[in-house]
């Protein structure tokens, strides 16, 4: 065709300091997930699925907001097949943050709403600045959460109040958001990004292997049954007698009692 094709802007970064990953979303004014920036963030999240260097991750939207939602501008002219058609790679966009093997942090700032609170409710925790505003408005546009929304929330706050925001459409501030369990911290606004770093570090030097294995066993007990949960548990825990930080684990206890391991990652 002779026509040059000029490199999409990078939408989601992704970068490493000291074993903590962050994945920043970059779509100023109000990081609102385009279908590119849904693609990107998978890209990314491959590539920190696969990094031995990286021990866990922050996901952050940056010091004003974190992410006000899809891009209802792109939604609007979109048809039934072209949702069809799309719905799927959202979900699987927001779905391999929720399946990084690390531990995984939202870090909150301002607005997590729609998409941007299906986003933050992939990960493991969640710090939100006391300026944070959530919610999942999609009601309010004639349609439901359709990222995980109407799936995670429940099984955080449980299927009363997820009814309650989805219904609604409401918003809650970051004070709510903690006494319902849907974050994890508040701190100051210009204190997220720090406090969310300070706790993906904790477990930068602990057993990568056994933190994974536990966040694949709980994840695991949200989807399945009890017996078929236990199972899973089992092979993890007889598994991880492979394990090098294991026997480092039990070496240490055994010598200098408990707290003392200094483990390997392997």
């Known amino acids: 065709s002779g026509a040059t094709l000029r490199a999409m802007p990078h939408l989601v970064s ?25 693609d990107e963030l998978a890209a990314v999240a491959r590539q920190v699925a696969d990094r031995r260097d990286i021990r866990a991750v922050v996901v952050s939207g940056g010091p004003r907001i974190f992410c006000a939602g899809a891009d209802v501008d792109e939604m609007a002219q979109w048809s039934t097949t072209d949702m069809t058609d799309r719905s799927r790679a959202l979900q699987d966009a927001l779905s391999s943050i929720a399946l990084l093997p690390q531990p995984t942090v ?29 919610g999942l408005p999609e009601i309010r546009l004639g349609i439901i959460p359709g990222a995980g929304g109407t799936q995670r929330l429940p099984r955080l706050v449980g299927p009363a109040r997820a009814k309650d925001l989805i219904f609604t459409g409401r918003f809650v501030d970051a004070d709510e958001a903690l006494s319902m369990g849907l974050v994890d911290r508040v701190v100051a606004p210009d204190d997220v990004g720090a406090v969310a770093h300070e706790w993906a570090a904790q477990f930068v030097d602990g057993p990568a292997y056994a933190l994974r294995a536990a966040k694949e066993c709980i ?44 483990f390997e990652g392997r």
Request: glycine share 14%.
């Open 219 to 262: 994840d695991a007990a949200l989807a399945t049954d009890l017996d078929a949960g236990l199972a899973i548990e089992r092979t993890h825990f007889a598994g991880l007698f492979a394990t090098t930080d294991r026997s480092i684990g039990m070496t240490s206890f055994v010598s200098d009692g408990p707290g003392a391991a200094r």
């Open 106 to 134: 939202a870090a909150i700032s301002g607005f997590a709403l729609g998409g941007g609170l299906e986003l933050a409710l992939c990960c493991d925790a969640r710090v939100a600045g006391d300026n944070a505003k959530l």
């Open 14 to 38: 992704l970068s490493v300091d000291g074993g903590v990953g962050e994945i920043l979303l970059k779509r100023p004014p109000m990081n609102a997930l385009s279908a590119q920036m849904q």
